[in-house]
């Protein structure tokens, strides 16, 4: 028996969750991480490629064999330090990147059976560490007397604000709301990514020195030509993609049509969903429709079931196969008991005298030839019109780039589409001094694709810091 | 946490006058934008508009009406007090320039809104007129500061038991018989501010109004604010809070400040009955 038949002996070890059936009136975590036991015979499972095909699925390059090598000699500190060479986040990132497109879809024991996995045992390490009463917090670098601000405080501009702060250089993170952690602390809910993981990443950044400045709309409070008045020597602008597309269809301004980001930011960042402790409200759909196919509308659907719901159906207008979600944040929806409404647009939202959402007139779709993108484009069924009775849904159809502050700093180009127009290997905007990632240049894409746009960023920046433009 | 320098009760306790603490907002701020603030850790996010600013002092003056749970909290909060959040300044500044002859309308707290507008106009070389209406004599606000920000102000009260025995809009009426109005600033009550608008519509006085609906972010983030003017979606609060009023959809507007009624009674009884419970204020 070779080494790699003997080690595709263990299958791939399921994570413990939470039952479905408790879980969605709940807003706990839903996956429980891997015990030790679990962790270790799961990393056993890795047959330490020499060119390993993981390695290239990562956008940030992390060294997966090195990291799962240690967990199999249960030197976990020593995993965790291999992790954080590459990624500061590996506690969100273990949980929320689309590892079965990424660094799992090139596992080569993925070509015949299941794939080692990747995300769960990156998750195990990070969560091991926050256990830990002593976590051991990297030393900057000695002073270099320049100054960075950082606008945005999503993963991208965490990135940037960590590794420049320990190259000695003096961080100033800038957000726009009361919290930092962009759409990890106001988009993705509670239930996938505990609140607690974020302030104590968002802590680790603090006790190495970065400053946290909150309220502050770059662009109204302050602007950027202004931040280098006031001695900063470069800015990185990671402002995130946000501008809540709607469908543009009758009736989308009933009360209980909300867009995702309304919805999420009620019941996450201002906990609507322990109202009356917390002032916010929300209004309590009963029969729930939310349209879209994507992570933001299953994030949605799944609160909304947590909020009491009686039924939550998705509103898709392509086919399962064309969802962009996650395929696990679809199973633990289905699991949850949501429906699944497919080929399927909402053309018009219906209301009562009072202004409120009484129920959403649809058409069926049928998928005619792909299009430039590959996506076999819908098209409606003549005479499939129906009404669905609901009193509440979210509008989950995908953000653009929110022209807050590039509206008002001439300086930044900005493409067709309203982003910035940055260098993709180096992050350099076309303004002297700035560079720009994340979602705000490249459209929403994923936690750790923005995460890889500030490593990169950081690095050029500390360039331009210690060698000039 | 931003500090209460001073305060003050308006209209028999039911307005309050905050002067906050908030230098970077106040060098910046202009006439017509607002702040989103949080009382504390368990606050909503809401919008006021600033009554003043001083720059040299730091300091930013809300004045706000008494009207539910988080304005009471704000009222119970002393001087040496604080605000936990304040962001600002938000939406777009009013648009000031020299036009002419400017009515300057306001309905009860909206006069707070109105006065930095008003002064502005004066101080860019325009003919101000000032209206200030309210129920009666007691809730009128700032009726010094209006007379001082304009060159002409009436006050009209409802009941009769000050200035002129009406509607503010009957005053507006007889001005525009007697004189010619190059643009109308109107704020106030959402009914008010409608009304205004039929009144000028029908001579076509250009007409300025500010739309309060419900906000979360105030960045344009969530679209939780959006307002249909001329036909269109528009998010008031980063395409306003100010529009061309013979455009907006003040019905929609109406509707869409009444979508939490239920649960701002239940937090507002909450609130009264735990301050009643403890004893305190
Ligand atoms: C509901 C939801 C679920 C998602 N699920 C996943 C998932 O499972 N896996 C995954 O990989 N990705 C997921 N994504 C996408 C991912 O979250 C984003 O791609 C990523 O957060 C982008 O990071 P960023 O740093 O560019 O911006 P953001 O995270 O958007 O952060 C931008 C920050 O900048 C602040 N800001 C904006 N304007 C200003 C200003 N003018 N001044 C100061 N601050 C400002 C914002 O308030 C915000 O805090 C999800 C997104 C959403 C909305
Ligand atoms: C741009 C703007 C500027 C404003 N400026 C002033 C001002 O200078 N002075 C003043 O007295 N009021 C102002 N308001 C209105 C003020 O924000 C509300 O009266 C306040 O939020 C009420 O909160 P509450 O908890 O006390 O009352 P609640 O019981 O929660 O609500 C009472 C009513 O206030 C409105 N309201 C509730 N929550 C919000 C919210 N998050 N955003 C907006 N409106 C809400 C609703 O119509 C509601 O029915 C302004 C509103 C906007 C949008
Ligand atoms: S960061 Fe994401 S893509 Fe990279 S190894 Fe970890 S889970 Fe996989
Ligand atoms: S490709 Fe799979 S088996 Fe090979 S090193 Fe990476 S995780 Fe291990
Ligand atoms: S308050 Fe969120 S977009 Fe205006």
Request: charged fraction near 25%.
């Amino acid at each position: 028996m070779t080494d790699k038949d003997k080690k595709e002996k263990t299958p791939r070890q399921p994570m413990p969750e939470q039952p479905a059936e408790i879980r969605r009136r709940n807003f706990e975590e839903v996956p429980l991480g891997y015990p030790e036991e679990t962790a270790v015979l799961e990393a056993g499972r890795c047959i330490q490629c020499k060119s390993p095909g993981c390695r290239q699925g990562c956008p940030v390059g992390i060294d997966i064999p090195g990291f799962i090598n240690r967990i199999t000699a249960r030197d976990f500190s020593g995993g965790i330090r291999k992790l954080k060479e590459q990624n500061a986040l590996p506690a969100v990132c273990g949980r929320v990147c689309p590892q079965e497109s990424q660094c799992e879809s090139q596992c080569i024991l993925g070509k015949k059976g299941d794939p080692v996995a990747i995300g769960r045992l990156e998750r195990f390490l990070a969560d091991w560490e926050r256990r830990q009463s002593t976590s051991d917090i990297p030393d900057p670098a000695p002073a270099t007397g320049k100054k960075v601000a950082v606008v945005g405080s999503g993963p991208s501009g965490l990135t940037v604000a960590g590794d420049l702060v320990l190259k000695g250089h003096k961080v100033t993170v800038f957000e726009a709301f009361h919290k930092p952690g962009g759409v990890l602390l106001y988009g993705i809910p509670e239930f996938r990514l505990p609140k607690e993981i974020l302030f104590y990443e968002i802590n680790v950044l603090k006790q190495m020195g970065v400053e946290f400045v909150m309220n502050a709309v770059v662009g109204k409070l302050v602007s950027l030509p202004e931040l280098f008045a006031q001695g900063y020597d470069a800015v990185y602008v990671a402002v995130g993609a946000g501008l809540p597309h709607f469908l543009g269809v009758p009736g989308e301004n009933l009360i209980g049509v909300y867009s995702a980001n309304e919805y999420l930011t009620r019941s996450n960042l201002m906990k609507a969903y322990l109202f009356p402790q917390y002032d916010t409200p929300l209004v309590m759909g009963k029969n729930v429709v939310v349209v879209g196919g994507g992570n933001v509308a299953m994030d949605s659907a799944r609160t909304a079931m947590r909020m009491g719901a009686e039924s939550v159906t998705i509103v898709y207008r392509r086919s399962r196969q064309e969802m962009p979600a996650r395929a696990e944040e679809v199973h633990h929806a289905e699991e949850e008991g949501i429906e699944f409404r497919l080929l399927t647009n909402p053309v018009a939202f219906n209301g009562d005298e009072k202004g409120r959402l009484v129920s959403v007139t649809c058409v069926q779709m049928e998928l005619g030839e792909p299009d430039a993108s590959g996506r076999r484009s819908p098209k409606v069924i003549p005479g499939s019109e129906f009404t669905q009775p609901t009193d509440m849904a979210v509008i989950s159809v995908g953000a653009g780039a929110n022209p807050l502050l590039t509206s008002t700093t001439p300086e930044l180009t900005l493409n067709r589409r309203g982003y910035i127009m940055a260098d993709q290997e180096t992050g350099k905007t076309y303004m002297r001094g700035v560079w720009a990632g994340g979602d705000i240049v490249t459209g929403m894409a994923t936690v750790i694709e923005a995460m890889g746009a500030g490593k990169k960023a950081a690095k050029s920046m500390h360039d331009f810091l210690t060698l000039g433009w | 946490m931003y500090t209460i320098l001073n305060r003050r009760e308006l209209a028999m306790g039911t307005v309050v006058e905050n002067v906050v603490a908030a230098p970077l907002i106040a060098k910046k701020a202009k006439p017509g934008q607002f702040v989103i603030l949080r009382v504390n850790e368990t606050g909503e996010r809401i919008p006021l508009t600033m009554a003043d600013t001083d720059p040299e002092k730091g300091t930013i003056t809300l004045i706000y009406q008494v009207v539910g749970k988080s304005t009471a909290l704000m009222k119970s909060l002393a001087v040496g007090d604080g605000f936990q959040d304040i962001a600002g300044p938000l939406g777009k500044p009013t648009h000031i320039e020299k036009v002419g002859t400017v009515v300057c309308i306001g309905g009860g707290t909206g006069v707070a809104v109105l006065h930095p507008i008003t002064r502005a106009f004066k101080e860019a070389g325009n003919r101000v007129i000032a209206i200030c209406g309210s129920r009666t004599k007691d809730l009128l606000i700032l009726e010094d500061a209006m007379a001082a920000a304009s060159h002409e102000c009436t006050l009209c009260t409802d009941d009769g038991t000050c200035g002129f025995h009406g509607f503010g809009t009957d005053v507006l009426k007889d001005l525009m018989e007697k004189e010619r109005i190059d643009l109308v600033v109107g704020i106030g009550p959402v009914p008010m501010m409608k009304f205004v608008c039929e009144v000028t519509r029908k001579k076509h006085i250009k007409t300025l109004v500010s739309l309060n609906a419900i906000m979360l972010d105030g960045t344009g983030m969530c679209g939780c604010c959006r307002v249909t003017v001329g036909g269109k979606t528009q998010f008031a609060c980063v395409d306003g809070p100010e529009f061309d009023g013979h455009q907006v959809n003040f019905d929609e507007l109406t509707q869409r400040l009444a979508a939490y009624r239920d649960q701002e009674r239940q937090s507002m009884e909450l609130f009264e009955h735990n301050q009643c419970a403890c004893g305190t204020k």
